[in-house]
């Protein structure tokens, strides 16, 4: 059965941190979920429109997803921070023993969700203060008790690839870069 990961998307989301994480794990054969937060398309931070899969009321009806992925970017990592349905989603997911990811400022909504405490977490450098309660990492993709977290989107592609690591292994790294020559 493939593994299927949720990407919520809202208003002002890096599109480089959410689309390359979309593109890289369909390419592996990972079931992603687009959904956005509000009814419609979601403009992101760079005026790129994206039409996401469902809506997040109705991508959270479905069957538990094995990663929640967050995009960055401002104010969308608020938004998620803010969003009961998202902080929910985050731990229901961890509780079950899947992953929770966020790159860039998204951290912040797995610190509202309780998942940093005393994990090492990595985030934008402008955003560390937000997370007091992570072992701040300044590696570009940290990986702690199933919570994955990247610095920003020039670390997008590497943040993907550790995704694809941790749901499908290293020979689908392997065959997913053979086509796009990233992988480190």
Do not use: Y
């Amino acid at each position: 059965m493939p593994k299927r990961v949720l990407v919520p998307l809202a208003a002002g989301f890096e599109e480089i941190e959410a689309l390359t994480v979309v593109d890289i794990l369909r390419r592996a054969g990972v079931v992603v979920i687009t959904a956005g937060l509000a009814p419609g398309l979601v403009t992101g931070r760079s005026g790129i429109a994206v039409k996401p899969d469902l809506g997040l009321d109705d991508a959270l009806k479905g069957s538990a997803f094995d990663l929640v992925a967050l995009p960055g970017g401002m104010p969308a990592s608020a938004t998620l921070r803010d969003d009961p349905r998202i902080i929910s989603a985050l731990q229901r997911t961890h509780e079950s023993g899947g992953w929770v990811a966020a790159i860039c400022a998204a951290p912040i909504a797995l610190q509202r969700a309780g998942l940093l405490d005393g994990r090492e977490a990595t985030c934008h450098p402008g955003m560390a203060a937000e997370l007091p309660e992570a072992a701040h990492n300044a590696k570009r993709v940290v990986a702690s008790d199933r919570v994955l977290t990247s610095r920003a989107p020039g670390t997008a592609m590497e943040f993907a690839f550790a995704i694809v690591r941790i749901l499908c292994g290293d020979a689908m790294v392997a065959e997913v870069d053979a086509g796009v020559l990233a992988a480190r």
